[in-house]
T-cell receptor, first 113, second 115 residues
Framework: AQSVTQPDIHITVSEGASLELRCNYS??????LFWYVQSPGQGLQLLLK??????LVQGIKGFEAEFKRSQSSFNLRKPSVHWSDAAEYFC???????????FGAGTTVTVRA | SAVISQKPSRDICQRGTSLTIQCQVD?????MFWYRQQPGQSLTLIAT?????????ESGFVIDKFPISRPNLTFSTLTVSNMSPEDSSIYLC????????????FGPGTRLTVL
């Protein structure tokens, strides 16, 4: 069975600073990997996804993530955060021909001025 | 990606009552799902809504508590029956299919509080 670990429950970062959110997955085959963001009181918005190919993927809002098979990781990064990036971020893993997603526990990001 | 709406966006209900949540998509999709997000928690899949047949429930969820309908390829409902305070959660629908058959897109969610 697939599973996802987000080791950081809460991260506080200064506006303009860089941000990295960690995600480790467990899955026997080639995973489909996703990052979603949930702003307060909102649903989930897809930031980016990885299925195959280039291991560095670009997403919306200036986010990128790198798939590292050897480390079973799919960390999310942003070079310079904005106050509007304060939200909860979820990493999820799925697979081809398997619609079920397993979500991590989420990382809450606080942005200080 | 598909545009997904949910009604109501939030509600406060009394214990023992039932609430039906609607999910509408602006295009035909292959699959629709219902998730629960309990306070401070991640998402848990409740069931897959199947068009024209009974929903497929995940372990720990039963039809009597969470009846689901999906009369066509763009609409589904989830009912939370005989509610208790433990049912206070955000309920989200998601869809798979249309232009993108490998990515789930989520609705804005319904925030339910049970008193």
């Amino acid at each position: 069975a697939q599973s996802v670990t987000q080791p950081d429950i809460h991260i506080t970062v200064s506006e303009g600073a860089s941000l990295e959110l960690r995600c480790n997955y467990s899955y026997g085959a080639t995973p489909y990997l996703f990052w979603y963001v949930q702003s307060p009181g909102q649903g989930l918005q897809l930031l980016l996804k990885y299925f195959s190919g280039d291991t560095l993927v670009q997403g919306i809002k200036g986010f990128e993530a790198e798939f590292k098979r050897s480390q079973s990781s799919f960390n999310l990064r942003k070079p310079s955060v904005h106050w509007s990036d304060a939200a909860e971020y979820f990493c999820a893993v799925g697979a081809a021909n398997d619609y079920k997603l397993s979500f991590g526990a989420g990382t809450t990001v606080t942005v200080r001025a | 990606s598909a545009v997904i709406s949910q009604k109501p966006s939030r509600d406060i209900c009394q214990r023992g009552t039932s609430l039906t949540i609607q999910c509408q998509v602006d295009s035909q999709v292959t699959m629709m799902f219902w998730y629960r997000q309990q306070p401070g928690q991640s998402l848990t899949l409740i069931a897959t809504a199947n068009q024209g047949s009974e929903a497929t429930y995940e372990s720990g969820f039963v039809i009597d508590k969470f009846p689901i309908s999906r009369p066509n390829l763009t609409f589904s409902t989830l009912t939370v029956s005989n509610m208790s305070p433990e049912d206070s959660s955000i309920y989200l629908c998601s869809v798979l299919g249309g232009d993108d058959t490998d990515t789930q897109y989520f609705g804005p969610g319904t925030r339910l509080t049970v008193l």
